[in-house]
């Protein structure tokens, strides 16, 4: 059996590289084992540089230029451009605080999120040759964190969902998602289909990949753009990390975008 790539490629556009990271082909150890580029969760920082290096040769890109926000969980979009790129490294780490959500037009730049079991969302605008990368963990998808992207990408580069292609990567399914009632009431209350998006066993259990495709059905994003991944990361813990599975302290998997 041939082993897995340290990448999965999604087919979006001729003109656009789209894909996830997963667990092998690096150097990290133990939870961070082996292909983690995230900064913010404990891992060893020359594993982290190491690994970071191979991931802009794999894309072809300057590896100044594969971008990460620390992430909040929150509904904040980020549009990373030339003033962005061109500051200094403690500068440009400030600006990229705090945001679940990034934007661009610029070429041969990757802008990508870090999740394990959270939802990574990637937006395509042909018309405009836009893209965004989106972090849609529970409290970010309750947020609509992807209609409000939209909307910021209508606003700064006049995108219409209608003409969006749409990618869901790997997250955690709604078999493995398992809530308290405190957030089935928080999604209730946000006016969620709780009949389409929650299911119960012994606890509630919602479906987080379904959450986001209906926010981007419901802002216009034709169905047959959205591809959705299908990958549970709990169940493939094995290649993909996976929060509830290894910890917080372990690695995580980047899925980006990149307009060539």
């Known amino acids: ?17 789209a894909f996830s990271t997963t667990r092998h082909g690096g150097v990290g150890k133990g939870c961070y084992s082996e292909f ?3 900064p913010y969760c404990g891992d060893d920082p020359q594993a982290i540089i190491a690994n970071r290096k191979a991931l ?3 894309l072809q890109v300057d590896e100044n230029h594969v971008v990460m926000a620390h992430q909040v969980h929150g509904d904040d979009c980020l549009v990373v451009d030339d003033d962005l790129l061109r500051l200094p490294e403690k500068e ?21 999120v870090s999740t394990a079991d959270c939802i990574p969302v990637l937006l395509y605008d042909p018309r405009h040759h836009a893209a965004a990368a ?25 995108t219409h969902a209608g003409d969006v292609r749409a990618v869901i990567g790997p997250g955690i399914s709604l078999a493995n998602f398992e809530v308290g009632q405190e957030v089935y009431d928080r999604f209730a209350e ?22 986001n495709r209906l926010q981007l059905e419901e802002a216009g994003v034709p169905l047959d ?8 990361t709990y169940d493939r813990v094995d290649d993909y990390f996976s929060a509830r599975r290894l910890g917080v302290d372990s ?3 980047y899925t980006g975008i990149i307009l060539r």
């Open 134 to 158: 989106i972090h849609a963990g529970w409290r970010g998808t309750v947020q609509r964190i992807v209609g409000k992207t939209l909307r910021v990408m209508e606003n700064n580069y006049g």
């Open 56 to 58: 802009a040769a794999e």
């Open 251 to 253: 690695g995580r998997i």
């Open 36 to 38: 983690n580029i995230n």
């Open 190 to 211: 946000a006016w969620f289909d709780m009949g389409r998006i929650a299911k119960r066993y012994a606890k509630w259990h919602i479906d987080l990949p379904l959450c």
């Open 92 to 112: 440009r780490l400030a600006a990229l605080e705090g945001h679940d959500a990034l934007i661009t037009q610029l070429g041969n730049v990757c802008i990508g």
């Open 1 to 17: 059996m041939q082993p897995m790539p340290i990448i999965t490629y999604y087919p979006m556009a001729a003109q656009v590289t």
């Open 225 to 232: 753009a959205i591809l959705v991944s299908n990958v549970c």
